[in-house]
């Protein structure tokens, strides 16, 4: 039988520059999984792009034949005329895109976007085509398809638009089926479902599918083929199991090592010493109120953090782990004093364990100003965080010229020996931020964050923009400094992997509450609470004989009302932070 | 039923606006020092004409120009009894014009609706040019299709409006044999509306509209174009593609949808520029607008005639915003679903 898809010696480039997909060759059988794994920049997207001839107009495919045989026949994708390129493009081949936010119109209701494909390709009716949608929709998960079939993007959390998206791709029963990163823009428990979703789908309909993914995790659970690109080209390419068991380019060896992953065996860790804290959180709360824009409907009441009780003892790190919207950023701005808290919270800061705390948000102007230069944010994105207009001189010493320290000669030797510190080199001060890379702009922000010699930093997922190599190396250097100069991290970050390795404590948030509470080792030995297992269960690690346990994952991840009795919470009713044992506190009922 | 209750709310404030547009517009007028009547006078007196004085002031009298400035708003408005009990703007009297010695409403007349026909007329022909052009050069954006049409519109937005009248008069006249200056065969003035009239119009019409818009056609259309260009490189338009849409067909449907909202929040500001920007054009055209009524009620601080010309201008903004405000929410859900809850 011949593969479904093949694609021989396949070449890309953009305009008249260098190549940036080199003869790249691969095949996929009907029914099964190829992963195409690569960082930023490796070609990968390009290439699945150049199945459907969906390039950029600048890009051409420069040499190199993509076949596709179906129904007997063999249709010479890089050959076909535009329009017969039309009939295969979402009919027998179809595509899910990364950010399920921005691949939907913002203008048109979901039921009319995924009736189009079946428009377009079968000519069906409106009311044939809103039977077979409706039909999909029950499939992929949708609680009530009549409602989602009305409703418009922004009406849909994020897991839902990745389903509508789907819902389009498999609407018209397509042969292949190319995934780009189909789940980067999900939290993790979602990330699972979504992944068996489509495995699901795959089994029943027996299409070919192609999941373009960094993360070798997400491949350890989908693929039966590999191919890992690096730089435009193939570095290592064979069935999964094997790639996965015994890495043979050194390439595919580094990528592995860089996954963070969830230790498969752990064991309980000692409590923490919490004689001398750094950071106090008392009793946090923060409620915001959404004006219902009507006299006659009363304004809705957020509660982003409830009652958080946190300390981080000198020198230490605190991990707040969480979902989007679970209040762990909130909590971090509060922390900073960027937001005041609910009355009756408190918030206390010892910069020197043998003075008496402040208050951070009841302090004087000259409290105020202290605390700004001992207490220093590294941020999300280190694309946006830095102003494209200020050379990095400029940005590194800003702070010491607000804060008045040093004449202009040695701040200037102060950020040169501060990029040594984060692993530049001292002659890239007169620079744009544009020159560097996302993992040297991150550098560039905790550099940033370090000028004004700190001893509390609060890291608000400094990784998550990252490619794991990079990931990898940005904690190192994080982990280095803290132990170099006695910093203490306040860590955001909604994967436990990465704070599997950096934290010293681990705090897991959901709805605005602290479920859980221990040192990450006690944790993976012994999760409690089921969002706790469900976050664990879910997380994709490379290893093939740990695949992701979806039972797990659907009992921890729903509603907390669908919890069982003794964690269940609901607005009026909440179970107590209960420490079982010395360091772990879980909320639950005993 | 929630774009009803919309619209009436944006009808109530646009009243509101248009109450304190008209105590600006009343005191701005009011800012120079004296007033028409003043003015006249002391010339009167100075060149020993004792009889016209005595109907000046009795003008005065009559028009309460003798009160204190609240009160003459008041009176002008309508809110309070005048001389001659309640006549002022709301129950349809626009005062009297002393320049013209005429009552207001005589003097803008006609000039009114042809006014407003103008403009629409201009606000048509910008929409009509510049939406198929401006959606053209982005999709074939870096050609010489946008090339062409981005100096076509650059000379139609550099070129001042007047010299392209005069331009356009000549050739018309010479080629197509269109009519020069005026809005109707002088025949037809101040005769009743009838369907040579009409005719006629029309054909005048022709050459003011292409002056009047030509500049906002092509600001606009470099709009649209730039916001094209933006939605294109958006990933729904990557969806659409994947799907095997036709490239027309998805232009039309996707981008164009969401390119299309400042397109149609324009239509508020594009009525008060043409009507102000016209006026040298009607000036040279020798159109019957109300354009070249408004300069000389200013220049000779003609009161009445110059803030009534001004509340119709505002007036004709206030109907153009509160028109795209309704249309938006016709158009977007985003903007629609608004405080509704989530």
């Known amino acids: 039988m011949p593969p479904l898809l093949s694609v021989e010696n396949l070449s890309i480039g953009f305009g008249k520059g260098e190549a940036v997909v080199r003869d790249v060759s691969f095949a996929l059988n009907p029914g099964e999984t190829l992963a195409l794994v690569g960082e930023s920049g490796s070609g990968k997207t390009v290439t699945c792009r150049a199945v459907l001839r969906i390039l950029p107009r600048v890009a051409q495919i420069r040499s190199g034949r993509i076949s596709l045989h179906t129904g007997g026949k063999t249709l010479d994708l890089t050959g076909l005329s535009e329009r017969r390129m039309r009939d295969v493009r979402g009919n027998q081949v179809s595509m899910i895109f990364q950010e399920p936010m921005r691949s939907l119109s913002p203008l048109h209701r979901i039921g009319n976007q995924v009736s189009e494909v079946l428009w377009l390709h079968r000519g069906a009716s409106d009311s044939d085509a809103k ?48 995934a780009d990163e189909p789940t980067t823009a999900l939290d993790v428990t979602t990330q699972a479902q979504v992944l068996g979703l489509i495995k699901d789908l795959q089994r029943e309909t027996g299409m070919g599918l192609i999941l373009v993914t960094h993360d070798l995790g997400v491949v350890a659970n989908m693929a039966e083929q590999v191919v890992v690109m690096h730089r435009g080209a193939v570095m290592e390419s064979g069935a999964a199991e094997a790639v996965l068991r015994a890495p043979a380019h050194p390439y595919t060896k580094q990528l592995f090592n860089a996954a963070p992953s969830i230790p498969a065996e752990a064991s309980p860790a000692p409590p923490l010493d919490k004689e001398d804290l750094i950071l106090e959180l008392k009793h946090v709360s923060k409620t915001y109120t959404m004006r219902a824009g009507s006299a006659w409907r009363p304004d809705i009441q957020i509660h982003a953090c409830r009652g958080i009780d946190l300390k981080l003892p000198r020198g230490k790190t605190l991990a707040i782990v969480g979902e989007s919207g679970s209040g762990k950023t909130t909590a971090a701005r509060i922390a900073l004093g960027a937001e005041p808290p609910d009355p009756g919270g408190e918030v206390l800061f010892r910069p020197d364990p043998n003075r008496d705390a402040v208050t951070v948000h009841a302090m004087t102007r000259a409290q105020r100003t202290a ?14 965080s830095l102003s494209p207009r200020m050379r990095v001189l400029d940005a590194l010493t800003e702070p010491l010229e607000i804060h008045g320290i040093g004449t202009r000669a040695e701040r200037r030797d102060r950020a040169a020996a501060m990029l040594q510190q984060v692993g530049l080199s001292g002659d890239m001060l007169q620079r744009y931020p544009h020159a560097f890379s996302g993992g040297q702009r991150q550098r560039l922000s905790i550099a940033r964050a370090m000028m004004l010699d700190p001893s509390l930093i609060v890291c608000d997922e400094p990784t998550s923009a990252l490619d794991v190599s990079v990931q990898e190396q940005i904690l190192t250097l994080l982990e280095d400094i803290r132990d170099r100069m006695g910093l203490s991290y306040l860590f955001i970050s909604h994967d436990l992997a990465v704070v599997a390795r950096i934290a010293d404590e681990v705090a897991v948030m959901r709805q605005g509450l602290v479920v859980e509470q221990a040192p990450p080792d006690t944790l993976f030995y012994n999760p409690k609470h089921p969002y706790t297992k469900a976050l664990i269960a879910a997380q994709p690690t490379p290893d093939i004989d740990r695949p992701i346990d979806l039972k797990l994952v659907a009992l921890g991840a729903g509603a907390p009302e669908s919890w069982p009795d003794a964690f269940r919470f609901s607005q009026t009713v909440i179970p107590s932070l209960t420490e079982l044992e010395p360091g772990h506190k879980v909320r639950c009922n005993v | 039923m929630l774009i009803l209750r919309y619209a009436i709310y944006r009808f109530a404030t646009m009243l509101l606006t248009l109450l304190v547009v008209s105590v600006l517009v009343f005191v701005i007028i009011n800012l120079p020092p004296g007033d028409y009547l003043s003015n006249q006078i002391a010339e009167l007196r100075a060149s020993g004409q004792e009889a016209g004085v005595a109907k000046a002031e009795f003008l005065r009298k009559e028009y309460a120009l003798d009160r204190a400035l609240w009160e003459q708003y008041m009176i002008w408005v309508g809110f309070m009894p005048g001389p001659n009990g309640f006549s002022g703007l709301i129950q349809g009297n626009f005062g009297w014009s002393f320049e013209f010695d005429q009552p207001v409403s005589e003097i803008v007349g006609e000039s009114l609706w042809l006014t407003v026909l103008v403009n629409l007329a201009a606000v048509l022909f910008v929409y009509i040019v510049a939406l198929p052009l401006g959606v053209l050069a982005a999709a074939k954006s870096k050609t010489w299709i946008d090339y062409t049409s981005a100096f076509v519109g650059y000379l139609g937005l550099a070129t001042p409006n007047f010299l392209l009248a005069l331009i356009l008069f000549y050739y018309g006249h010479k080629y197509f044999n269109l009519p020069i200056g005026g809005l109707m065969d002088p025949a037809y003035e101040g005769q009743p509306m009838g369907w040579d009239k009409a005719r006629s119009i029309l054909i005048h019409l022709i050459v003011p509209t292409f002056v009047i818009g030509t500049s906002g056609a092509s600001a606009m259309m470099q709009r649209l174009r730039a916001n094209m260009l933006d939605e294109l490189g958006k990933p729904y338009v990557e969806t659409a593609i994947a799907k095997g849409m036709s490239p027309s067909r998805m232009l039309a449907k996707y981008p164009l949808r969401v390119a299309f909202n400042p397109f149609v929040a324009d239509i508020g500001n594009l009525l008060p520029a043409m009507v102000s920007g016209s006026v040298l054009v009607s000036v040279v055209l020798g159109l019957q607008t ?44 985003r903007i629609r679903y608004e405080g509704r809850d989530a």
Request: no cysteine; proline share 7%.
């Open chain 1, 131 to 178: 039977r077979q949608v409706l039909d999909t929709f029950e499939r992929v998960g949708f609680p009530d398809p009549e409602r989602a079939f009305r409703s418009y993007p922004f009406e849909l959390s994020g897991g839902m638009r990745q389903r509508a998206m789907i819902a389009m791709a498999m609407v018209a029963k397509p042969d292949l089926l190319i």
């Open chain 2, 290 to 333: 109300i354009g070249p009524t408004l300069l000389t009620a200013l220049k000779t601080q003609d009161q009445f005639l110059s803030a009534f010309v001004l509340m119709f201008v505002a007036l004709l903004t206030l109907m153009g915003t509160m028109i795209s405000d309704v249309l938006l929410v016709l158009l977007d859900p």
């Open chain 1, 371 to 384: 605390f700004q230069r001992e207490a220093q944010m590294v941020f999300q994105d280190p694309y946006s």
